[in-house]
């Protein structure tokens, strides 16, 4: 099970810490995605760890802005947004795959577990 939280509303520029707590899974060599959809449009990809060489990868909206972690003591997995636009607005997932190699781990295909979603609200 995975359990997401820490959306919320925030002003353009503003900062917000996602966490996505893993219960029933050891995250160790899996593979972590972060996912948003936004009203209208395809769910994507944010942000993720390869469960091949666990490197971070990020989407180029994100790049720069959002930092991905991962603390394996509390099986938790964060994702740190800074500089947020309107156009962060999104509901935000968390994900697990068992495989999923180098930057192919922001694609949707492969992820099996799937938490329930925060929204994220970036207004003025």
């Known amino acids: 099970q995975l359990q997401a939280s820490g959306g919320g509303l925030v002003q353009p520029g503003g900062s917000l810490t996602l966490s996505c707590a893993a219960s029933?899974?050891?995250?160790?060599?899996?593979?972590i995605g972060w996912f948003r959809q936004a009203p209208g449009k395809e769910r994507e990809g944010v942000s993720c760890?390869?469960?091949?060489?666990?490197?971070?990868y990020y989407a180029a909206s994100v790049e720069g802005r959002f930092t991905l972690s991962k603390d394996t003591t509390k099986n938790t997995v964060y994702l740190q947004m800074n500089s947020l636009k309107p156009e962060d607005t999104a509901i935000y997932y968390c994900?697990?795959?068992?495989?999923?190699?180098?930057?192919?781990?922001?694609?949707?295909?492969?992820?099996?577990?799937w938490g329930q979603g925060t929204l994220v609200t970036v207004s003025s």
């Open positions: 760890i390869s469960s091949t060489d666990g490197s971070g």
């Open positions: 994900a697990i795959a068992y495989f999923a190699h180098g930057r192919a781990c922001l694609r949707i295909i492969g992820y099996d577990h």
């Open positions: 029933g899974f050891t995250l160790g060599n899996l593979a």
